[in-house]
T-cell receptor, first 109, second 115 residues
Framework: DAKTTQPPSMDCAEGRAANLPCNHS???????VYWYRQIHSQGPQYIIH???NNETNEMASLIITEDRKSSTLILPHATLRDTAVYYC??????????FGPGTRLSVLP | DTGVSQDPRHKITKRGQNVTFRCDPI?????LYWYRQTLGQGPEFLTY????????KSRLLSDRFSAERPKGSFSTLEIQRTEQGDSAMYLC?????????????FGPGTRLTVL
């Protein structure tokens, strides 16, 4: 079973920030938090990952709470092309990713 | 394009036939993974290689499934005596052995339809 819990769906207005939450209350000290997204009929696309500190790259920001029991993926200016299923995964050493059902984000014009 | 590639992208076969899929990982990546994804579900882990060694197999990988990575570069996934329940997207991913987090990079997948 997936070690994470995500809302099944979310809507976001185009141009606004999309904030996708993920709960991982049983995360252990050496487990990373990874975010992927999957656009229909394509392979999952890596977005970002982190261990303890907040992370930012050209695609998104990852905010991890101090107790590491939850995190938020932020897409700062959502576009229609960001419509996808977003997966939050926790794992150590990347040997066996367990994907849950993810969050279906719909960016609305 | 230096990403993960998979071939073929689509395969239609009749029940009982054997099929083989190929995955070419990112060239400097030691680790290679196979996943299966059915409609509406997230990908499910099947197996994992580090170089040519198959280190982990899911219980989903029945005796009809076999994966190889003979020279530690490309990998093949074979399904023997296909069944309609094998219809799915088969995804390959690769990751570096060293690094900050072992993030996996996925290919476009092979969509299998068993008639």
């Amino acid at each position: 079973d997936a070690k994470t819990t995500q809302p099944p769906s979310m809507d976001c207005a185009e141009g606004r920030a999309a904030n996708l939450p993920c709960n991982h209350s049983t995360i252990s000290g050496n487990e990373y938090v990874y975010w992927y997204r999957q656009i229909h009929s394509q392979g999952p696309q890596y977005i970002i990952h982190g261990l303890k500190n907040n992370e930012t790259n050209e695609m998104a920001s990852l905010i991890i709470t101090e107790d590491r029991k939850s995190s938020t993926l932020i897409l700062p200016h959502a576009t229609l092309r960001d419509t996808a299923v977003y997966y939050c995964i926790v794992d150590n050493y990347g040997q066996n990713f367990v994907f849950g059902p993810g969050t279906r984000l719909s960016v609305l014009p | 394009d230096t990403g993960v590639s998979q071939d073929p992208r689509h395969k239609i076969t009749k029940r009982g036939q054997n099929v083989t899929f190929r995955c070419d990982p990112i060239s400097e990546h030691n680790r290679l993974y196979w996943y299966r994804q059915t409609l509406g579900q997230g990908p499910e882990f099947l197996t994992y290689f580090q170089n040519e060694a198959q280190l982990e197999k899911s219980r989903l990988l029945s005796d009809r499934f076999s994966a190889e990575r003979p020279k530690g570069s490309f990998s093949t996934l074979e399904i023997q005596r296909t069944e309609q329940g094998d219809s799915a997207m088969y995804l390959c991913a690769s990751s570096p052995e060293q690094g900050s987090g072992f993030e996996q990079f996925f290919g476009p997948g092979t969509r299998l339809t068993v008639l």
